[in-house]
């Protein structure tokens, strides 16, 4: 059984630390640049994994603390778009293994994150992500549009995430096995940050 999660991790960081440059201008071309801002991060699997952890990390630790985010990451994203052309590829996959490693630990840790730290790990999150997005765009690509389809989806995926999160964990007022759950989720991200860290270096 240990091996098997151990090869699950291993291949769920070679993917995401070898994923190849998503073709934005295909998806552009069928759907518009609004909608390719919409489409573009749920086809990467750094921006799902990232965005789900920094979803579950603000469920976790309440309402008050994470509405904060529904201003702040999508602020952060159409940031990070702005400076699509200022990170290399190997710091960006860098500082997606650092985050998540660093999200992941303070999951299965638990630990109660003061609302400044929550938006400040949201916000370069978002940042990294957005850069990394707006990398990927052709100069054929109405920039406009796209952050604007960028800012919307990240809104959405963020809140949901969060909602998703509050109302499991709180759900039948017995919280223990959901808390354990997402500790364990946490940790698997760690792993997963860990591990697509190594394999970028060693690369």
Known sequence: ?????????????????????????????????????????????QDVVL??????LAGTLGAAKGRWLIA???????????????FSATS???????MMLA??????????VPTF???????????I??????????????RLLFAAGLACVGYGAIT?????????TNSDGVASWRTIAVRALGGWIAAIGLMMASLVLAS
Request: glycine share 10%.
């Open 117 to 127: 730290m929550l938006c400040a790990i949201a916000f370069a999150v978002a940042v």
């Open 1 to 45: 059984m240990k091996l098997n999660c151990a090869r699950l991790l291993m291949a769920t960081a070679m993917l995401l630390a070898g994923a190849s440059t998503a073709e934005a201008h295909i998806v552009a071309a069928r759907l518009g640049d609004f909608y390719m801002g919409v489409v573009h991060p749920l086809t990467d699997l």
């Open 92 to 98: 960006t996959q860098l500082s997606d293994a650092a």
């Open 103 to 112: 999200i992941g630990l303070l999951l299965a840790a638990a630990a109660q």
């Open 72 to 86: 702040v990451f999508p602020l952060g994203l159409l940031v990070g778009l702005s400076l699509g052309q200022v």
């Open 129 to 142: 992500r957005g850069a990394a997005n707006g990398a990927d765009l052709g100069p054929e690509t109405d």
């Open 51 to 56: 965005w789900t952890a920094t979803g579950v």
């Open 160 to 168: 949901l995430a969060m909602a998703l999160t509050a109302v499991f």
